[in-house]
């Protein structure tokens, strides 16, 4: 059985209506437990104190948002190669909950910065690269506004889309190719004098399933809503011709 057969609208939607909420549920749980773990039942860091626990937001959003821009690479590139009509719109849909993401990065970041650093902002080279995605997000969601031929919007956004993937590789991999920045290194690593304490590294890792499900569902129906919408207009276009 091909996964080709669910860029199919019809396939699609019946599937997804079928696992929406299975997941809804399992994103629903997976972050009430984390944050109630991880900002009431673990202790202070010893060096940032009650700050550390920032990262029970940050890191999930963080990596979502960064995660979210390369499945839209994915995304697009089927859709310029194959002209599947779901793939776009799963892309669009993707970049509304990227851009949130996104931005809760940043604003949790800076709400972690600011005792660490000193400063809310620093023009470190991943809070830089971070914001330019940022920006390339609410681009590329006006350029689909601004657009009224949806596949010209489709193409376009999709070119967009291949532009910014290099700046969600430098939010990424900034620490690591400017080792000169502010920013911590990854708190999830192989490197156990990178890793976080494991007291804290269970919560958090709950805490990016949570993230990550609640993604994918927010995602899902916001496909099934862009194919539903595409669908009145041509009903509504039909109607009128």
Partial sequence: MSLWQYANPVKFLHLSGKIVPTLAVLS???????????????????????????????????LVAINAWFMM?????????????????????????????TLVALI???????PMWGTWWAWDPRLTSFLILFLFYLGYIALWAGIDDPDTAADLTSVLCIVGSVFAVLSRYAVNFWNQGLHQGASLSLDKEEHV????????????????LLFIVLTLVGTRTEIRQRRARALLARSKG
């Fill in 28 to 62: 629903a749980l997976s972050l009430v437990i984390s944050l109630y773990w991880g900002f009431f039942l673990t202790p202070d860091d010893y060096k940032q104190g009650a700050t550390v626990k920032i990262i029970y937001i940050h890191v999930p959003s963080a």
């Fill in 73 to 101: 690479l994915v995304t697009s590139l089927i859709w310029l190669v194959r002209r599947h009509h779901v793939s776009v719109l799963a892309s669009k849909a993707a970049s509304y909950v990227g851009v949130v993401m």
């Fill in 108 to 114: 949790t970041g800076a709400f972690w910065g600011q």
């Fill in 197 to 212: 304490s494991d007291v804290f590294y269970f919560p958090l890792l709950l805490a990016i399933a949570g993230f990550v």
